[in-house]
């Protein structure tokens, strides 16, 4: 496919509610390839996270996240 033979990896800053879901997520490094962003995308839209805490309590929080291909 359009992946070829080689490692690709797509970075997103994403924005997690205090219940671990993401509720923002924005593309800073695409990984050059259509299909792998859309995973990507999609796979922090359904991961559930754990929330940051503070005083013991989930608060909202920003959140790096790169994923990486590998064939």
């Known amino acids: ?4 033979n ?3 990896s797509t970075t ?3 924005y ?5 879901y993401a509720i923002s997520e924005t593309m ?3 990984s050059g ?5 859309a995973f990507a995308r999609a796979a922090i839209q359904h991961h559930l996270f754990r929330p940051a805490e503070l ?8 959140l790096h996240v790169q994923l990486n291909y590998e064939p």
Not at 33 to 37: L, M, Q
């Open 33 to 37: 390839v259509e299909g792998v962003d």
């Open 6 to 8: 080689r490692r690709l």
């Open 16 to 20: 997690i509610d205090s219940r671990g």
């Open 12 to 14: 997103f800053d994403v």
């Open 28 to 30: 800073i490094a695409s």
């Open 1 to 4: 496919g359009d992946f070829g």
């Open 55 to 62: 005083l013991c309590t989930p608060v909202v929080a920003e």
